[in-house]
């Protein structure tokens, strides 16, 4: 599986901050030696000389944000947790959960760079004064589970995770939490709430995880790639990685972008954010001989679909959502024009009402009845009135309408895909009904 990380591109040291090191070793990095031979815990070394409250201004000042689908800025996230002296108990968690269908660059990162993310979160913990951490790992994540306790147990027995950490008088204790496998467990509140031992359903905000989280303490959520970024924004700066985006973007950084779906070669990419589409899906080796691209979820399946015309925006948070989707988690899943792209969207919304949490009624009750009407008009039973009602469904799951962002999330595929494929909704519908 490692192979399919960067096919094609060997990365490089100033140019890749995430992924130079398995260009490096030629391979993953699970040996703690070998991880410090490529500068690993260089990051760490250098936070612990600076002050929390300046490092987490660095990240603002960089300008990273949130990789984890919201893209919300991390040195905001970060500067909103109580720091000083009386702050107390505080939390750093890890969403490792990753179950948005077609997205798999955590599990790359977590598998072939454990430490990586060992070092990420010693550092993310140092800056917002956290002293336990928890990694929440999607429970089929058998491997990054290993390597993960492995990297754990191996920094702790070298001084760079526990107690006095490296002799600066910090500590910060580290733990693996596997998952049963939900995908609300991804949304931060229900996985905080998975992680205390309760029903993971969401939770209402505010208060936000950052005041109140985990055990009711100051808790801060980020995503792995969002924190694997962290050490080397310490060690370089945030005009370095700003500069990363090599003016594709307004945004910072490189992004791990991916495809799925029938091109050449599915896999990860790490390349500077803002990168087109065209381009990532060319490093795909484009679709496989015979198939066209029909359409596209630039970054899971709770995204609006976009039509090949769109393949030459830049792959970055505003020009995405400007075109009338989101980026999301950037892994592209390409459908082809040999697949029904009604059964696509039912496929989608499967996942979508099977996952829900039961915990509001219009996600428990409306996702179940809209798969229904869509599974109608994919076997040609759809009524008069069905494709009105769906888009009445688009609404009344809309943002805001529900208790999360889950159901809204399911109308995304569903709602472009009635825009851009009334017809083919249209051929399911029975005439004379
Ligand atoms: C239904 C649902 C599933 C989510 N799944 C994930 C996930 O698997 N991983 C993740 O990082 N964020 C996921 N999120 C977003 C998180 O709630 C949160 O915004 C994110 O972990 C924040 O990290 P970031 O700021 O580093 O992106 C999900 C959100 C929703 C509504």
């Given at each position: 599986m490692s192979s399919e990380l960067n096919r094609g591109i060997q990365t490089h040291r100033e140019t890749h901050p995430l992924t130079w090191r398995i260009s490096a070793a030629g391979?993953?990095?699970?040996d703690l030696d070998r991880y410090i031979a490529l500068e690993g815990f260089s990051g760490l070394r250098k936070a612990l000389t600076l002050d929390p409250v300046d490092l987490q201004k660095l990240v603002k000042d960089a300008g990273l944000r949130g990789r984890?689908?919201?893209?919300?800025p991390t040195g905001i996230k970060w500067s909103l947790i109580p720091m000083g002296p009386d702050a107390g108990q505080k939390y750093l968690i890890c969403n490792?959960?990753?179950?948005?269908?077609?997205?798999?660059k955590d599990r790359f990162l977590m598998e072939d760079l454990p430490f990586q993310l060992v070092e990420a979160m010693v550092v993310s913990a140092y800056a917002i004064g956290a002293s336990v951490g928890y990694?929440?790992?999607?429970?089929?994540?058998i491997l990054a589970a290993q390597r993960l306790n492995a990297a754990i147990t191996a920094a702790k027995n070298n001084g760079?995770?526990?107690?006095n950490i490296l002799g600066s008088g910090f500590s910060f204790e580290l733990h693996v939490h596997e998952g049963a496998?939900?995908?609300?467990?991804?949304?931060e509140t229900a996985l905080i709430n998975c992680l205390e031992g309760r029903r993971a359903n969401p939770r209402t905000k505010p208060p936000f995880p950052q005041q109140?989280?985990?055990?009711?303490r100051p808790t801060i959520v980020n995503n792995v790639e969002t924190l694997c970024n962290v050490p080397d924004i310490v060690l370089k700066g945030a005009a370095w990685f700003k500069e990363l985006s090599q003016g594709r973007s307004s945004d910072a950084g490189t992004k791990i972008y991916g495809v799925s779906g029938r091109v050449k070669y599915p896999g990860l990419w790490e390349l500077p954010?803002?990168?087109t589409a065209q381009e990532i899906v060319d490093l795909a080796?484009?679709?496989?001989?015979?198939l066209e691209l029909l359409t596209w979820l630039p970054?899971?399946?709770?995204t609006d679909f976009l039509m090949p015309?769109?393949?030459?925006?830049?792959?970055?948070y505003d020009t995405i959502g400007k075109a009338g989707s989101r980026m999301g988690t950037g892994l592209l899943m390409v459908v082809d024009n040999q697949q029904d792209i009604v059964k696509v969207v039912g496929n989608l919304m499967m996942f979508m009402a099977r996952e829900?949490?039961?915990?509001c009624t219009p996600c428990r009750e409306g996702l179940p009845w809209t798969l229904k009407v869509v599974r109608a008009i994919s076997d040609g039973q759809g009524h008069q009135g069905d494709i009105e009602w769906l888009q009445e469904m688009t609404r009344f799951l809309?943002?805001?309408?529900?208790?999360?962002a889950h159901a809204p999330g399911a109308m995304e595929p569903l709602q472009s895909a009635l825009k851009f494929f009334r017809r083919d909704f249209e051929k399911g519908i029975r005439v004379g009904n």
């Open positions: 391979g993953p990095v699970v984890g689908g919201a893209g919300f490792a959960d990753e179950m948005e269908p077609g997205t798999f990694i929440f790992l999607r429970g089929e994540y760079f995770l526990g107690s496998g939900r995908y609300i467990c991804g949304e109140a989280g985990a055990w009711g954010i803002g990168t080796g484009g679709m496989q001989d015979g970054g899971g399946a709770s015309e769109h393949l030459a925006l830049a792959m970055d829900s949490c039961g915990w809309g943002p805001g309408k529900p208790f999360c």
